[in-house]
């Protein structure tokens, strides 16, 4: 399958920082990449669907102005978790989707972002 | 109602047996239907991918597709210890192609 590359895997912030996730399509131009976060013990909640050169889309109850999204290749999107507080310490994963309708959608390794 | 809903388990399996594991969605208008496994502390890796009405087959895994039932399933044959693990039905849902995912059923294959 293609592959997508999300970075760093683990971060360890102070809180009322800002961390930055990368999330990376290497061998495909991804037309649509999907942010998603996941508790423990619980299923994936979307949090946006970001598309090349527009703004992303976010999800009901997901703060725009606390999760930046940016997506400005068809190769990049990053996440910036800004202000970052405790509760926001879960596993944020990218999802990357090519050109077309009926395509597949793969999965960055997650990030796993512990705010102390 | 969910969106969409699996069985959250376990269900359990005998090594060697036919694992079943089924998903059902709320949006009719729904166009394409993922079927992932999650080790645990691990990303989602993509098994089957499907949009058409029907079964479509990669080496042990069947995806079955029922669009007017609102209804996609898993068959994984010949079931391994390694194919314990989580696995979430996902549907790409009729309009702003979102990515949905159902809460996930877990699998255990017992020697």
């Known amino acids: 399958g293609a592959v997508v590359s999300q970075h760093p895997s683990r971060v360890i912030c102070k809180s009322g920082t800002s961390v930055k996730i990368e999330c990376r399509s290497l061998?495909?131009?991804?037309?649509?990449m999907f942010w998603y976060r996941q508790f423990p013990k619980q299923s994936l909640m979307l949090m946006a669907t970001?598309?090349?050169?527009?703004?992303?889309?976010?999800e009901q109850g997901v703060e725009k102005d606390k999760f930046l999204i940016n997506h400005a290749s068809l190769t990049l999107s990053t996440l910036t978790v800004t202000s970052a507080h405790p509760e926001d310490s879960s596993f944020y994963i990218c999802?990357?989707?090519?050109?077309?309708?009926?395509?597949?959608?793969?999965f960055g390794q997650g990030t796993r972002l512990t705010v102390v | 109602q969910k969106e969409v809903e699996q069985n959250s388990g376990p269900l359990s399996v005998p090594e060697g047996a036919i694992a079943s594991l089924n998903c059902t969605y709320s949006?009719?208008?729904?166009?394409?239907f993922f079927w992932y496994r999650q080790y645990s502390g691990k990303s989602p890796e993509l098994i089957m991918f499907i949009y058409s009405n029907g079964d479509k087959e990669d080496g042990r895994f069947t995806a079955q597709l029922n669009k007017a039932s609102q209804y996609v399933s898993l068959l994984i044959r010949d079931s391994q210890p390694s194919d314990s693990a989580t696995y979430l039905c996902a549907v790409e849902g009729s309009s702003a192609s979102k990515i949905i995912f159902g809460s996930g059923t877990r699998l255990s294959i017992r020697p």
């Open positions: 061998d495909f131009q991804a037309t649509t």
């Open positions: 999802s990357a989707r090519g050109y077309g309708g009926n395509t597949e959608a793969f």
């Open positions: 970001s598309n090349e050169g527009s703004k992303a889309t976010y």
């Open positions: 949006d009719r208008g729904s166009q394409s």
